[in-house]
């Protein structure tokens, strides 16, 4: 009982939250844009999405096929946990156009072929801002 409590505290010590930022303009000057737009963490963290530019929000677009999709509501701080490995694609719904998308990597790719598939068509799709998906998709790590 006592090794029990030990791991759960040590689990619940090495468990980290992250933010991402929802931005209609970044330092860079990019705009419509996740900040940042790849971020790896582990299984059991949580991403934070913090609006802090208004009229965004998240929805989980390809996910590993265990994992549970994720949707925030418009101009709302949210949390969400990640206990699946793989990688996760994500969009800002009223700016796909706009390619506002970003990919987080929980652990290892386990689904990256089908990452590597998709990840030309949703690019593509976007009118403003291609090529964005692509580049962030250039730092997933197999
Ligand atoms: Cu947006």
Known sequence: MRFILLLFAI???Y??????KMLDLDKQ???MVFEPGFIQIQPGDTITFVPT???HYVQSKLIPDDAEHFLSELDERATFKFDKEGVYIYVCPPHQMMNMV???QVGNALNI???RDS????????QVNRGR??????????
């Open 15 to 20: 468990a980290k939250d992250y933010e991402v």
């Open 29 to 31: 000057g990019n705009t």
């Open 133 to 142: 998906l692509i580049e962030y998709a250039k730092a997933i790590k197999e």
């Open 113 to 115: 072929q089908k990452i």
């Open 11 to 13: 689990c619940v010590a």
């Open 53 to 55: 530019h208004k009229t």
């Open 119 to 126: 990840v030309p068509k949703l690019d593509r799709r976007a």
């Open 102 to 104: 970003g990919i987080i």
